[in-house]
């Protein structure tokens, strides 16, 4: 784990007003909910309030952590593994998580109007090993359902395409999202559909997630869920232990358990990597093995995610 000096406070809130301009801070109405303002220690507010922190500088923390600068094939297209790639539809989200990897990430560069939306899509349709599109961002659910309909419909005319994967936090932090249009448009896809969601902690799932992932259910959608091993949030087995069982009752799969990507403001998230692999080895003497998440790593430039 990186060595974090601690503030003093005649310094501590210059480091957060700096934090904020560089990333604003951003949560929805239910993860407000969700927090406990008496609680300093709070998991669910340590990843969404900013901490001053965020200022220091680190070594081995940068602002490319995985490597998506380098596997920008076309604006809107990152391609780093053989037979899918990442559509990154919007740089905005619904909520902003202090550990975002792509928190420093050049969006502006990355904007889909229609010209470089017709390039993004030819790009993947020329590739006919690419079986996978993986809808990203930012969180491509915050689009509104008529320009979800669009991308989709012109997704559904790609000739290789087998599935489809969308990565989102927004059935958990905004799940009156997951409308019923949505999910006609997403039951109407010809290939099958993933929704790779995001959760950290079993306090961020609520009785409304628990209807939005049912929604989905029933629209067809595979759910996955991938979480990042964070410091003071789920570096715990009991959380960890919850957190899948609590994810199971909502008809979600534990899927990735992320060893922390090196991102520029957040070494203090970190956990290191023996202390992960012992956590995951506690819940396989715990849980079901469909209920124990694969301990990874992403690295620039390997060819998959790494088990740790």
């Given amino acids: 784990m990186a060595a974090i000096i601690p503030d003093n406070p005649s310094t501590s809130q210059h480091r957060a007003d700096r934090a904020d301009e560089a990333f604003v801070e951003l949560t929805t109405p239910l993860v407000e909910s969700q927090i406990d303002a008496g609680d300093p220690d709070d998991p669910v507010a340590r990843q969404f309030r900013i901490d001053p922190r965020e200022s220091l500088e680190v070594p081995g923390f940068d602002a490319d952590p995985v490597g998506d600068l380098a596997a920008n094939a076309v604006p809107g297209v990152l391609h780093k593994y053989h037979g899918r790639a990442l559509l990154v539809l919007t740089g905005a989200c619904a909520v902003h998580c202090r550990y975002c990897f792509r928190r420093h990430f050049p969006y502006g560069d990355q904007r889909l109007d229609e010209a470089a939306l017709d390039r993004a899509l030819d790009y993947l349709a020329d590739d006919p090993d690419m079986t996978e599109v993986i809808l990203s961002g930012g969180d491509p659910l915050v689009l509104s359902s008529r320009r979800l309909a669009g991308i989709l419909e012109r997704l559904a005319a790609l000739p290789h395409l087998r599935r489809l994967r969308i990565h989102s936090r927004i059935p958990t932090v905004s799940p009156e999202r997951v409308d019923e249009r949505l999910c006609e448009a997403l039951a109407a896809f010809p290939v099958p559909v993933v929704l790779v969601a995001h959760v950290n902690h079993p306090r961020e799932l609520a009785q409304a997630s628990g209807e939005a992932f049912d929604r989905l259910q029933r629209a067809g959608v595979t759910l996955l869920n991938q979480s990042v091993l964070l410091h003071g949030v789920n570096d715990d087995a009991e ?70």
């Fill in 239 to 308: 959380v960890l232990a919850s957190l899948s069982e609590s994810l199971f009752d909502q008809g979600v799969l534990p899927y990735y358990l992320h060893h922390l990507d090196p991102v520029a403001g957040a070494a203090h998230f970190a956990v290191g990597a023996d202390a992960g692999r012992a956590l995951v080895d506690t819940l396989r003497s715990r849980l079901p093995g469909y209920l124990v998440p694969t301990f990874v790593v992403e690295q620039a430039g390997e060819p998959s995610k790494t088990p740790l």
